[in-house]
């Protein structure tokens, strides 16, 4: 599932966008700029919605700090500040989108929808295919290797969707851990050893169990 981070400090609107994002994105919502900043420099999240005006730290700030550390997670901003030069200042420092409140929550979603399919987060169907053998289908998790079912669920079909959204992405460890099974999981990281092992093994015999490389003290990426 797509994972967003909202930062919004009005706790109506933050609830209002959470319910209606809630069958269609995984939303971890934050009410500061500083925790925003600190949230986002996990790299886990494949959109970021940002207020501007926030306390602590504004959503200007957060975005510039976390472009000069290079993580390009889309953002699209939500703000009251409509004036132009407002617009393009957040375009300069690397806003994606823009979006004036007070909005509809359809165009909010339609604006997300939009920016993922651009930027190859989501496709334009619900069907998900790697090479010439494997077709997955997001709207009943369903895993086909050249034709035949293969029973992947749970936190293995998560796993699998991730590495698909991000080819030839390098994916440190600890960022899979945090991404799929969260930071306050009861687990150790060690999880994502085994359950990186079970993938191989179910989809042996499709291209990407051939193409998913271990990169030793990096982590992994799917060519």
């Known amino acids: 599932m797509i994972k967003i981070l909202l ?10 966008v959470y319910d209606f994002l809630e069958n269609f994105a995984d939303v971890v919502q ?11 420099q996990s790299n886990i999240y494949d959109m970021i919605l940002l207020d501007l005006m926030l306390p602590e730290k504004n959503g200007f700030e957060l975005l510039s700090e976390l472009r000069a550390e290079g993580i390009k997670t889309p953002v699209l901003i939500m703000t009251a500040k ?6 393009m200042h957040g375009f300069d420092i690397g806003a994606d989108d823009y979006l004036t409140k007070p909005f509809y929550l359809e165009e ?3 604006r997300i929808q939009a920016l993922l399919k651009r930027i190859g987060k989501i496709e334009d169907t619900s069907t998900v295919r790697y090479g010439e053998t494997l077709v997955v289908n997001t709207s009943n998790n369903q895993v086909l290797v050249s034709g035949q079912p293969v029973d992947i669920l749970g936190k293995e079909f998560d796993l699998l969707l991730y590495f698909l959204q991000n080819r030839n992405v390098i994916l440190p460890k600890e960022q899979i851990f945090d991404r799929i099974w969260g930071f306050d999981s009861d687990t150790t990281i060690t999880v994502v050893e085994v359950y990186m092992s079970k993938l191989r093994k179910k989809l042996k015999g499709s291209e990407f169990a051939d193409n998913l490389v271990t990169l030793r003290n990096s982590g992994y990426m799917l060519k």
């Not at 930062?7 to 109506?12: K, P, R």
């Not at 934050?30 to 986002?40: H, I, P, Q, R, W």
């Not at 409509?82 to 617009?87: H, R, V």
């Open 82 to 87: 409509e004036s132009l030069d407002d617009k």
């Open 108 to 110: 909010l979603k339609a």
């Open 7 to 16: 930062v919004e400090d009005d706790l109506s609107l933050s609830n209002s």
């Open 30 to 40: 934050v009410f500061d700029g500083e925790e925003g900043l600190f949230e986002a």
